[in-house]
């Protein structure tokens, strides 16, 4: 796309002289003109954006230095100024003017323009914008000082954060700049009645609506350990044979759903209910963002139908709980468990074992005996292996026990999704008499309950991520 | 193939539990290829495939907790788990199983389909033990080949490794230098204590049975670790006279069980599993008693020893017997719980 406009810029600049002049005047000011609207400089000369990312290259050397040290600080300084067109149009200014928003198929470039503007608002409020910034200057602060790597793990700590602010920042404001470079191209396609470029751009202006409207959805998943891997765990509630049927329908849904989103699923744990179902299973699932998601689904899990195990055929109303555990990275200072500190158990003991017995069961449970908290592995073919697996499970959920007390102790800390009861009740699956899944945080709904139990739960996540979040920052 | 191994085994029995050294002029046994080492060399319709899986499903389910009512045999829940870990073995892509609607595909096995219905055959109607049908067990973080006349390592016995990585951590000297696996088997703990040790320490793997001194090179060799591990073929420390008194350590799983109690053993164990390994005599210490005397004068001063036992009673008359009738022999002895609380180990140090 670039490649096609980059020639069609080309062959505009030789027809406009004037514009090369304005080009090279300002390909100085490129940075500025990425992150800052200082009044000052736009009054200075009227500025084009196509210029001057066209002419980066005969800048190069006075590009490098630029991008030197000064480079981060002057991003710090200025991140918190809008970009805007050659006439001063800014993000906030597309918003304020309340174009409407046309379908997608609608080629109106202000339709596209209001939609790109509203992503980045969001976008921006997702990131929390206004605290990005202050943290990118105290990071920065803390960069500058000359004993820094005195500490090494805390300097690496503080260069990966840095870095990571820096990075989302950038590829905002790249965005913004985008959107900024396409307006100006139709306007200037429309001075020159150049009906090919003018097409062109607002079909690239669309690319950018859909890639941005992407983009929102990631922006959910900004949290700390969202990227990482996970538990999912699903217990049966009270209710004998019914809620454990219940219960295995759950997790086949999380299975499916991993699976549609190509995440790998393995399974860590299952205890099989008598008759019928399960009362506990653990899978882990690894891919990216998977805990992210996973998340939204913390809670107790409703049905409601004519039960299958019920010769009277009443209509029955069970509840599974679903936990979601971070498997946080080498990165994350995990807590220390001490080997005296746990209590290793066969799972299924009974008989005198040893040469007596010949069994692939080797399931393990081990308890770590000062908090009480307990895991378990038995899908492993070994011993060694289900030990290895539980502890992994057993050092997930002591972090996580971590990261809730962490996040009490942090004033900062208002309510989010930590904070969830593993008992309140988050969803109802409604069989009978009447075929709906509602959302009781979102008020989202689907009255389709077999696509839902199929895993297609994406809807119920992604209103819940923005719901969640969204509240979240109005009550900061 | 097989039959002749079976009768390999019933000719050499005998022999064995005369406990004298077996002579064998044949060339050495040639140890199977566990199934998931096999060539992908067959092809079954994805449906053919889907029915035998099916049809196995629906014959561990018949099952029930019958085996397990009768002599702590595995139930469904577990035959089906094995259900699942013989797919994973047999079968190139075992995702493409839980895919629907490609009836058309084709899928490569390891074994033929026939050979697949007769090997759950075998495993719910002969009650063989899984790791034979499969050629192969999971131990620690191996892959042991195992088959017919070598026993399957238990899961218990995992811990012995535990105990000399312990040891070696507490006295770095006992890393560098000879230890012995008597009656190895499979080799899984010969093989595991070598990788323990690393580089400077070497294990001599002993074993009275020719199928499972096969077994256990061709282990030995599947861990490149044939500089480290030797295997040799005896009864107990009689191929080992060459190292008397120069041993920084031994381990054993040696048959513990009381003989009157081997009859009514779990099928998988009675009915496949080699008899050699799992009869320990009258009260099933007499080879515990012949290895504590073997240790004694093949241990170097501060050597370690771990032995297996039947439990918690067979651990105390192992224990007593060390301290009353071989005083002075050994030190810092201990006896050490498996994972299910049942006392199993005896360790100490040679004084």
Redesign the interface.
């Known amino acids: 796309m670039w490649s096609l406009i980059q020639k069609r810029v080309c062959r505009k600049i030789q027809l406009h002289s004037s514009i090369i002049r304005s080009c090279l005047l300002n390909s100085v000011s490129e940075h500025q003109f990425y992150y800052s609207s200082s009044p000052a400089c736009n009054h200075t000369a009227p500025r084009s954006a196509i210029g001057a990312k066209k002419f980066n290259g005969l800048f190069s050397s006075f590009d490098a230095k630029w991008r030197g040290s000064s480079f981060m600080r002057f991003l710090s300084s200025q991140a918190a100024a809008e970009a805007s067109t050659s006439d001063g149009l800014t993000v906030g200014g597309i918003i304020a003017n309340n174009w409407v928003i046309y379908d997608e198929n609608e080629s109106d470039w202000k339709s596209h323009a209001a939609a790109i503007a509203q992503s980045i608002h969001l976008i921006k409020k997702r990131l929390r914008w206004k605290k990005l910034i202050s943290k990118l200057e105290v990071l920065s602060k803390e960069l500058d000082k000359p004993d820094l790597w005195d500490g090494p793990s805390h300097a690496g700590k503080i260069s990966r954060e840095h870095g990571s602010v820096v990075g989302k920042m950038k590829e905002v404001n790249a965005f913004e700049q985008e959107l900024f470079e396409h307006i100006d191209m139709i306007k200037l396609a429309r001075e020159e009645n150049d009906a090919e470029l003018e097409s062109e751009s607002l079909n690239a202006l669309l690319v950018l609506r859909r890639h941005l409207k992407e983009k929102e959805l990631e922006a959910l998943l900004a949290g700390e350990h969202d990227l990482c891997p996970c538990f999912i765990e699903v217990q049966a509630g009270a209710g004998g044979t019914e809620s454990m049927d219940w219960a295995s329908m759950v997790m086949q849904m999380y299975k499916r759903w991993a699976e549609n989103r190509h995440f790998r699923v393995s399974a860590v744990e299952e205890i099989?209910g008598e008759l019928a179902g399960i009362k506990r299973a653990t899978i882990k699932v690894d891919g990216d963002y998977a805990y992210g998601y996973a998340k939204a689904e913390v809670g107790a899990h409703r049905l409601v139908r004519i039960s299958p195990f019920d010769s009277n055929k009443r209509r029955h109303t069970s509840f599974a709980s679903v936990a979601v555990i971070p498997i946080l990275g080498d990165d994350f200072s995990h807590v220390q468990i001490n080997e005296s500190d746990l209590r290793?158990?066969?799972y299924r003991?009974?008989?005198?074992?040893?040469?007596?017995?010949?069994?692939?069961?080797?399931a393990?449970r081990i308890t770590h005996i000062p908090t009480g908290v307990t895991a378990s592995s038995q899908?492993?073919?070994?011993?060694?292996?289900n030990k290895a697996s539980a502890m992994a499970v057993l050092q997930s959920r002591l972090d996580q026990l971590e990261i809730v007390r962490q996040a009490q102790i942090n004033a900062e800390h208002t309510q989010s999704l930590t904070d969830i009861n593993f008992g309140s009740q988050i969803r109802s699956y409604v069989l009978h008499p009447y075929r709906m899944v509602k959302d009781h945080r979102t008020e989202y709904e689907v009255s389709d309950p077999d696509s839902v139990l199929q895993g297609d739960v994406d809807g119920f996540i992604l209103s819940f991520l923005s719901a969640s979040l969204d509240k979240d920052i109005e009550d900061d | 193939m097989k039959s002749s191994r079976a009768s390999l085994s019933s000719i050499l029995q005998p022999v064995f539990s005369l406990r004298r050294p077996a002579f064998c002029s044949a060339a050495p046994p040639k140890p199977q290829t566990p199934l998931h080492l096999r060539p992908p060399a067959f092809r079954a319709a994805l449906s053919d495939l889907q029915r035998w899986q099916a049809w196995a499903k629906t014959q561990a389910s018949s099952v029930g907790s019958t085996f397990s009512a009768l002599d702590g045999g595995p139930d469904s829940s577990l035959l089906l788990r094995e259900l699942n870990w013989l797919v994973e073995d047999a079968v190139e892509h075992p995702a493409l199983l839980s895919t629907e609607n490609k009836v058309t595909a084709e899928v490569a096995i390891r074994a033929q389909l026939e050979e697949m219905y007769e090997l759950w055959r075998q495993r719910i109607e002969e009650r063989r033990p899984f790791q034979y049908v499969v050629g192969c067990e999971h131990w620690r973080d191996l892959i042991l080949s195992v088959e017919e006349g070598v026993l399957i390592p238990r899961p218990e016995t995992e811990t012995i490794v535990d105990l000399v990585d312990h040891a070696v951590k507490a006295d770095e000297e006992l890393r560098e230098g000879l230890w012995a696996d008597l009656g190895t088997g499979s080799g899984a703990l010969g093989i595991a204590v070598a990788r323990i040790l690393g580089g400077g320490g070497r294990v001599l793997a002993v074993d009275l049975s020719p199928v499972a001194a096969a077994v256990a090179r061709y282990n030995v060799e599947r861990y490149c670790l044939e500089a480290r591990v030797s295997v040799r073929v005896g009864s107990w420390f009689d191929p080992l006279k060459d190292v008397e008194g120069e041993l920084n350590g031994v381990v054993s799983n040696p048959p513990y069980i009381p003989s009157k109690n081997i009859h009514s053993l779990q099928a998988e164990v009675s009915r496949h599993e080699p008899i050699l390994a799992l009869d320990g005599g009258a009260d099933g210490m007499d080879d515990l008693i012949h290895l504590c005397h073997g240790a004694a004068s093949m241990l170097k001063p501060r050597g370690f020893f771990a032995f297996e036992t039947n439990g918690e009673i067979q651990s105390k008359l192992v224990l007593d017997y060390i301290q009353n009738e071989m005083e002075g022999s050994f030190c810092r002895l201990e006896i050490v719980s498996d994972f299910a609380g049942i006392q199993r180990f005896v360790t100490g140090y040679k004084a």
């Open positions: 099989p290793i158990e066969r003991s009974g008989g005198p074992g040893g040469q007596h017995a010949n069994t692939t069961d080797s393990v899908n492993e073919r070994s011993q060694h292996q």
